[in-house]
Structure formats: structure tokens, C-alpha cells
């Protein structure tokens, strides 16, 4: 069994971040570095924060107001987290996209839709 990647999309090919930072708030710890790096090859920039469990809600906050857009997924973060990402979105105005799922195509039609256009 192989595992599925960026690359098993070819209709996510062109997709530009044009250098957006994109913060990704919780999900699970593994999928960390290949977010990372699937976002890094869509020439965006990533940071993640894991929602509260280990890391600070006020790192959250600060993370959040330099992002361009964020995504989390809705069954791997706290309802505390969810409702502190929404806030500070619309604080600050920024995209936030909840995801159903962490699977690749989710998370690459996520970041198309906050992409500059």
C-alpha cells in the first residue's frame, strides 16, 4: 500500500500560495511535516500550533495575526480552539477554512480556495 500524495492530485498542480503564510492549528503531530512540506511545494509558507494542548493560547493569537489563512481540522482540535480560531479570524480578518477531513484532497482544496487568485 502506497501512501497518497500532493503529487496524486494533478488538478492541484498550478496551485500558487504566491508565499502566503499558512497556520494549520491542531490535528495530528505525524501529519505535521507533510503538511509542511506540501504547502512548501505550492510556494506557501507554514506554521503550526497544536491547539492548546501543549503549546499557549497567547502563541495562538500571535501566530494567527501574522498568518494569511488558517485551517484546522474540526475532529482533531479542542471546541475551545475552534471557537478562539473563529474569534481571532474575524478579528483580525483573516480566511479560515474548518476541515472535515485531513486527508490530502481536503487540505489541497482548502488551500486553492485561499489562494490568491
Known sequence: MTATTANDY???????????????VGG??????????IIE???GAFVHHDGGVEQSM??????LERADAVLFPVGCVSHQ??????????RFAK???PLRSTGIGAILQA???VAPH
Open 10 to 24: 494533478p488538478e492541484f498542480d498550478g496551485l500558487d500560495l504566491s508565499g502566503r503564510l499558512i497556520l494549520y
Open 28 to 37: 495530528r503531530h505525524q501529519h505535521v511535516a507533510h503538511l509542511r512540506r
Open 41 to 43: 511545494d505550492h510556494n
Open 58 to 63: 497567547a502563541k495562538l493569537s500571535n501566530q
Open 81 to 90: 480552539a475552534q471557537t478562539k480560531v473563529k474569534s481571532l479570524c474575524r
Open 95 to 97: 480566511p479560515f477554512k
Open 111 to 113: 488551500l486553492e480556495s
